[in-house]
């Protein structure tokens, strides 16, 4: 990649929120995008050329790398953006619907990544970029499930991209905070809900309404992409850089407290 061609980007999730924003940041910024979803989409004015894929299918993977292999030659980047969410407490979710999470949000992220590698190794160069969360960083009371997705991309990330520099390609990580999105509209609940935890519930609707705009993640996820020389991590947007600070510097009983302060629970 150069700042004249940056060259192929394949963004997963991008027909809403911080994939479309991304893909259309890719795209301004000159790279060729190709976004996915899981369903077909009308044809974007952008320029963003629009593919099906289901990131739990392996043949759905393997067919979408094909596709864009096909049309453009190559893959520079990959931006692993697919995902759902799911809000409750951690016992109110079945096993099914933990795996199920577990399938799109960690495992999804593989088949996409593992899909895309003989191509990035043969160039000899390619860029990852992975969507984690600041709940990969922090406890998440009634989103542990969720944050367990998170803290799982956290840790395959950086063991990954230790074992991918010898082969010119990086992998790097983009932690939003709330953010608003349809991804936060179609919201999943867990799917044993129990009376106890409503008040819990209602609160954490109002703090996912007052997230950040995806066009901040956008930004951030093109600087990962792009920086010669890439950090591992990139905080996107202010409470995401705040948290992230607080969490390697303020002393872990303190942290405890604000943590539990902030999501309403006795300190």
């Keep these: 990649m150069n700042k004249t061609n940056p060259g192929v980007a394949l963004v997963t999730g991008a027909s809403t929120g911080i994939g479309h924003a991304t893909a259309k940041a890719l795209q301004n910024a000159g790279f060729r995008v190709f976004g996915t979803s899981r369903r077909a989409v009308a044809e974007r004015s952008d320029g963003v050329t629009m593919l099906t894929c289901d990131v739990t299918d392996e043949a759905s993977v393997a067919k979408l790398v094909d596709e864009v292999l096909a049309k453009a030659g190559r893959i520079d980047l990959l931006v692993n953006n697919a995902g759902i969410g799911l809000l409750g407490g951690a016992e109110e979710s079945s096993t099914t619907q933990a795996r199920a999470l577990f399938d799109v949000n960690v495992f999804g992220v593989l088949r996409v990544t593992n899909a895309v590698l003989l191509t990035m190794r043969r160039q000899g160069t390619g860029r990852i970029v992975n969507l984690s ?7 998440a009371p009634y989103s542990a499930l969720y944050a367990s997705t998170k803290h799982a991309i956290e840790g395959y990330s950086e063991s990954l991209d230790h074992e991918l520099r010898p ?13 608003r999105t349809s991804f936060e509209e179609n919201l999943a609940r867990s799917d044993q809900l129990l009376d106890i935890y409503d008040a819990a519930r209602a609160g954490m609707d109002v703090t996912i309404e007052t997230g950040d705009a995806p066009e901040i993640v956008a930004e951030t996820v093109l600087k990962a992409a792009t920086e010669s020389i890439p950090r591992r991590r990139y905080a996107a947007g202010k409470m995401a850089r705040h948290v992230s600070f607080l969490r390697r510097f303020v002393p872990a009983s303190a942290f405890d407290k604000s943590l539990r302060k902030q999501n309403g629970l006795p300190v």
């Design 133 to 139: 969360s600041v709940l990969g960083l922090i406890p």
């Design 167 to 179: 082969f010119g390609i990086r992998v790097v990580l983009v932690e939003p905070a709330y953010t």
